[in-house]
């Protein structure tokens, strides 16, 4: 059994130590809001928080995770994700939505580094979040959107 410590909650997960957290998150802790996209690191839309930083939950093994914080899409409370959340919804950012998850939880951990970010500062941290439908310039002004409700 591995101990997971999700959203302020602990889950007690029986995993082998390498499985990717992803599905421990999905599958095993039944949190659904983090996405499977490409399984290789490299969409983002798995995107998780550990210990406040933001990674790629589907190439991350679960024994890694056992004694850190674990922070997904329906964990964000705090005044920065709140503030995302609220931009996102005010922009009317998401098409299809799938990647949504991923480039909110990216950009609160962007927020919370990085308060008041240029231009270069969010294509920097938001690279590497895919998205099919395109929503890369709303996503851009929605960070700066949260940047402004965080004041």
């Known amino acids: 059994m591995i ?7 602990v889950y007690e997960v029986d995993a082998s130590p390498d499985m990717p957290l992803l599905w421990a998150i999905r599958d095993l ?6 996405k499977f996209g490409c399984g290789i690191a490299q969409c983002g839309a798995c995107t998780v928080h550990l210990d406040g930083m933001a990674i790629r939950s589907c190439s991350f093994p679960v024994g890694a995770a056992a004694g850190k914080k674990i922070t997904t899409i329906e964990g964000l409370s705090e005044k920065v994700g709140l503030a995302v959340q609220k931009a996102w919804v ?4 998401p098409q299809c939505g799938y990647c949504q998850s991923g480039q909110i939880m990216s950009a609160t951990a962007l927020l919370t580094s990085k308060p008041h970010p240029t231009n270069a500062d969010i294509d920097a941290a938001m690279q590497g979040n895919l998205c099919r439908c395109g929503t890369y310039q709303r996503v851009r002004s929605a960070i700066h959107r949260a940047a402004e409700l965080i004041k």
């Open 90 to 93: 005010e922009l009317q950012v």
């Open 3 to 9: 101990s997971l410590n999700i959203n302020n909650k």
């Open 29 to 34: 802790a039944q949190l659904t809001g983090t």
